[in-house]
C-alpha cells in the first residue's frame, strides 16, 4: 500500500504513521473553482503540483460532511423550492376548477354569472355575509328542528353545510344558479360536488339570504 505524505504547510501527517492510519489523502482536484478553494483552505502560495496530495484533517471543512449549519440550510433551500412547486399546483388547480376566484380578473365574466358588477363588489358583499354565514343552519335543520337561519348562539363558528365547498364558493353556486338559472346537473358538473349537495346549498343560502336582507330597512 502506498504511503503519502500531506503537502499543505506545516502540516506533519504522514500515512506511514501509525497515529495517521485512519487518514486519507487526496489528489488535488482538477475542477479550477474548487482546486482554488482547497488551496485558499490549506493557505498555499503555490499551486499543488498534480503528484501532491492533502488529508482530510488539513482540509476540514473542505472534504468532510458539510456542517450542521450548511446542511440546515441546504433543507431549507429544499423545502423552499418544493413550497414554490406546490403553490404554483394550488394556484393552477384554483383556476382550473369552476370557483369566484377563477373569474377573479374578469368582470365580464363576474356580472355573467353573477349579476354583480365586479368581483371587488361581490367580494364586498360576502364579507359582510361571511360573520353570520358561518353559523348559518343547513336547510335540513331548519325543516327538521324549526332551527333558526342564523344560530347566533353556536359556538363552532363553522356551519360548511358538511359541504366541501368554501363558504365563497357556495355563495357563488346560490348566485349563479339564480342568474343563469343552470340545472342542478350542471353544477353538479361544474362545482365537482354531488346534485344532492347543490340542491342542499342553494335551499341553505336561499333561506339564509332571506332572513339576512330581510332585516335591512329600505
Known amino acids: 500500500m ?13 500515512g506511514r504513521k501509525k497515529s495517521h492510519k485512519d487518514l ?15 488551496i485558499i483552505t490549506i493557505r498555499r502560495d503555490k499551486s499543488p503540483v498534480s503528484d501532491d496530495k492533502a488529508g482530510t484533517a488539513s482540509l476540514v471543512p473542505s472534504l468532510e460532511e458539510p456542517s450542521k449549519e450548511e446542511a440546515l440550510r441546504n433543507r431549507i433551500a429544499e423545502l423552499e423550492e418544493i413550497i414554490a412547486v406546490m403553490s404554483e399546483k394550488i394556484t393552477v388547480m384554483s383556476l382550473d376548477k369552476f370557483g369566484l376566484e ?12 353573477t349579476g354583480f358588477s365586479s368581483y371587488e ?32 348562539q353556536s359556538k363552532t363558528g363553522d356551519s360548511s353545510t358538511k359541504c366541501t365547498l368554501p363558504l365563497i364558493d357556495q355563495f357563488f353556486l346560490f348566485l349563479v ?12 358538473v361544474r362545482f365537482k360536488v354531488s ?11 336561499a333561506n339564509f339570504l332571506y332572513f339576512m336582507l330581510g332585516q335591512i330597512p329600505i
Open 177 to 188: 344558479r339564480v342568474k343563469q338559472g343552470f340545472p342542478i346537473e350542471d353544477l353538479a
Open 102 to 113: 377563477r373569474f377573479s380578473n374578469n368582470s365580464e365574466q363576474i356580472q355573467f354569472y
Open 24 to 38: 486519507r489523502f487526496f489528489n488535488f482536484t482538477t475542477e479550477k473553482k474548487l482546486r482554488q478553494a482547497w
Open 195 to 205: 346534485p344532492s349537495t347543490v340542491s342542499r346549498v342553494f335551499l341553505t343560502w
Open 121 to 152: 363588489l361581490l367580494q364586498s358583499v360576502f364579507i359582510w355575509l361571511e360573520p353570520s354565514a358561518k353559523n348559518m343552519s343547513t336547510w335540513s335543520q331548519v325543516q327538521r328542528s324549526g332551527t333558526p337561519p342564523v344560530d347566533f
Open 2 to 14: 502506498a504511503h503519502y505524505h500531506c503537502c499543505v504547510p506545516h502540516c506533519n501527517n504522514d
